[in-house]
Every structure is written in C-alpha cells, then in structure tokens.
C-alpha cells in the first residue's frame, strides 16, 4: 500500500510538472508572436511616392522691364491758368447778362500740376506722352529719368484728339524702347504697363491684351484703343505698354474706373498711331489728318431701311452734313455710305478713322446706296480744320 501511494505520488509530480513545462512554452509561443506582429507591421513593403503635380512656372520678363523701364520718364507739369477776380465768376445769371464784362474786375494767375510719365522714343531727346499729362497753354514741363537726370522739356507739339504729345529734351545718349508692330498684337497677349503710378518711378504691372479697336468709349476724338488688364493707375498716362519682346506697343492713356482707380480696365493709344503723329508732329508741327467734311452719321437699321425704302444692306446712313468735300462730290444726307475703297463700313468710328488715315490730297472711293442704286463717289480728301500745334 505505501508502494502503491508512492507511485501514485510520482506520476502526479511529473503530471503537474509536464503542465508547466507545456504553458510555458505555450506562453513564450504566443509571447513571440506578438512581438512578431508589430514588427512585421512596422517593414512595410516600400510604398511608391505619389507623383505632385508639375505646375509650369509663369512668364519670366525680369529681363525686358529692366531694359524696358530705363526708357520711361517722370512728366511733371506746371500750368499758369488766369481766373477772373469777378465775384460772380461763376454766377450763371450774371454771365448771361453781362457775359465779357466780368473782366472788368481783372483777373490773377493759378497754377495747376500735372505728373505723368512718358518714354523716350530717340537717343537725342524726343519723348512721347499724353497731351492731358502737358496740359494747354503756358506751361513748363520737366522731365526725369529713373537715374535720377531731369530736363526741362520743350513742347513740340500736341494732339488733343488722339490725347499724344511730343516733347523734347536737350541731351544725347538717352536710353530707347524700339517701336513695335500694333497690328500685330493678339487678344490674351501678355503685356507690361511700366510708368509712375501715385509718384512711384518705374512701377511694372503684368497683364493681356483684352481687346483691340475699341471706339466710343468717350475719351478722345479719335479712337482705336488697346484694351488692357494691365495696371494702369493715375500717374501711368503716358508710359509705355509693352509686349513680351520689349518693343513699344502701346501708350497708356486712360482707364474705366467707378472708383478712380484700377479696376481691370485700360486703354492705351497703338503705336503705329502714335508712330503716325509722332511723324506729324516733328515735321509739321501738328497732325495731318483727312477729312472730307463735317457729316452725322447713324447705322443703318431695319426702321431707317423701311424709310429710305432700301433692304439687304449694311452701311452708315447720312443724317445731315455741310456743304464741304464730300457734299460737293454728290453725297447727300439720306444716302447710305457702304464702303470706302473697297472695305465695308458699319462703324462710324471705323469710317471716320479711314477718312482720317487717308493722305491730305488724295482721292477715296465712297460706295454709296441711294433709292436702291447703287453708285461710287470720287471724294477728294482735305486736311482736318481741327488742329493746332505748338
């Protein structure tokens, strides 16, 4: 019996002990594979990077406004205006009935500024800007350049309907912008405006060309604007727009603004007009422009069409005019003007520009309609009486 439970005794010890013996090793098994896990998800495979998107850098044109804005100067202008000393100078009642007589009380002197900006177009001194920046009368101009030179500018001559003037300055050597070919700038074309926007010399903004041949937009008399998103702010008039290639294209005249400042919205005088008038201006001291008489002019509708009994036509019709050149060749008022030499006219502003552009002396071809008859007109082309010089 005490065999018997010594036996016994032994085979539960090595049961207990194989027990365990077995849980550990189930232990450190499942200890190991959780260390396992971790580090398995710490090694990832490699992952591939994901590609950023290439964005293609913006135009580089540091190297055409340094050379562009060397030739671009500072206007400032100071003009003697007399005022009368009259009390009712500005008494609507009193000047109806007295007109001239207020001068009996004499008159002082004021003087108004003016700053502007302009670019030199020749080594020897010649600057082109806006006659608005010169201003009219008895005036004296000066002008300054980025390195800090200033002159004072002779005024060779101005040209109130297209808004240009030329100056002068008594130097050499002056840095130039070469002249560009407006008719062949594009719509979303890049451009620079470069000047001197609130006095700050020099400034460049970067812009398109919005639009070309704009007309009727009330600012000069003579209108074939480049439309512009360009900055152009007060102080621009008369500095330079620019294309890509650094060549002049254009003279920064005006903006559309509600508020007085940018809004998107400029205009600027092309340079194959301002290169016309610069022309003009040295040899004759004011701008040649043709003109075969004064005449209203109205595009021709469906309700003028049923009156003239005319159909299937475009054109301008004739509202009234004066006895000049044209009148003289057979033009009436109720004709309808359909061409001149040959190109198709349903502008007024685009008419009145080919008239303008035709050489003093000259002959132009008006295609007419009168009473559905067609007839062609030989219109000798006159000098504008509108001009003055300096």
Not at 225 to 248: H, K, M, W, Y
Request: no cysteine; aromatic share 6%; proline share 5%.
């Amino acid at each position: 019996m005490r065999r018997f439970a010594l036996a016994l005794s032994l085979l539960l010890a090595g049961l207990a002990a194989g027990l365990v013996v077995s849980g550990r090793l189930r232990a450190t098994t499942d200890a190991a594979a959780t260390d396992a896990a971790p580090a398995e998800q710490a090694a990832p495979a490699p992952a591939t990077r994901a590609a950023t998107p290439m964005v293609a850098p913006g135009p580089d044109f540091t190297r055409v406004a340094a050379q562009a804005t060397a030739a671009v100067t500072n206007i400032a202008s100071l003009q003697r205006v007399p005022v009368s000393n009259s009390p009712f100078a500005n008494d609507p009642f009193f000047q109806y009935f007295f007109g001239d007589q207020a001068d009996m009380f004499g008159s002082r002197n004021r003087y108004e500024s003016s700053l502007g900006s302009g670019v030199v177009i020749s080594p020897d001194g010649y600057v082109l800007t806006n006659s608005h920046v010169v201003g009219d009368g008895d005036v004296a101009v000066t002008v300054g350049l980025g390195d800090k030179r200033e002159w004072r500018a002779k005024v060779i001559g101005v040209d109130p309907s297209t808004d240009l003037a030329l100056l002068k300055v008594e130097a050499s050597g002056l840095p130039t912008m070469p002249w560009g070919d407006s008719s062949k700038l594009k719509v979303a074309e890049w451009v620079l405006a470069i000047g001197n926007p609130f006095q700050l010399n020099q400034t460049v903004t970067l812009g398109i060309v919005s639009a070309l041949g704009r007309a009727n937009v009330g600012i000069a008399a003579y209108e074939d604007f480049i439309q512009t998103d360009a900055a152009i702010n007060p102080g621009n008039s008369g500095g330079a727009l620019v294309n890509a290639r650094g060549e002049l294209i254009g003279i920064n005249t005006a903006i559309f603004s509600q508020s007085g400042g940018y809004q998107g919205i400029g205009f600027a005088v092309p340079s194959n007009l301002a290169r016309k008038v610069v022309d003009d201006l040295t040899r004759y001291g004011q701008v040649r422009r043709g003109s075969i008489g004064f005449m209203e002019l109205s595009p021709l509708t469906s309700r003028l069409a049923d009156e003239l009994g005319t159909t299937g036509a475009d054109g301008l019709v004739v509202m009234r005019m004066v006895r000049g050149a044209a009148y003289q060749a057979g033009l009436r008022p109720g004709d309808v003007i359909l061409s001149v030499n040959g190109a198709l006219v349903t502008d007024v502003a685009a008419f009145q520009r080919s008239i303008a552009d035709a050489d003093v002396g000259s002959t132009v071809a008006v295609e007419i309609l009168r009473e559905s008859t067609r007839r062609t007109l030989k219109v000798p082309v006159q000098q504008e009486a509108r001009q003055r010089g300096r």
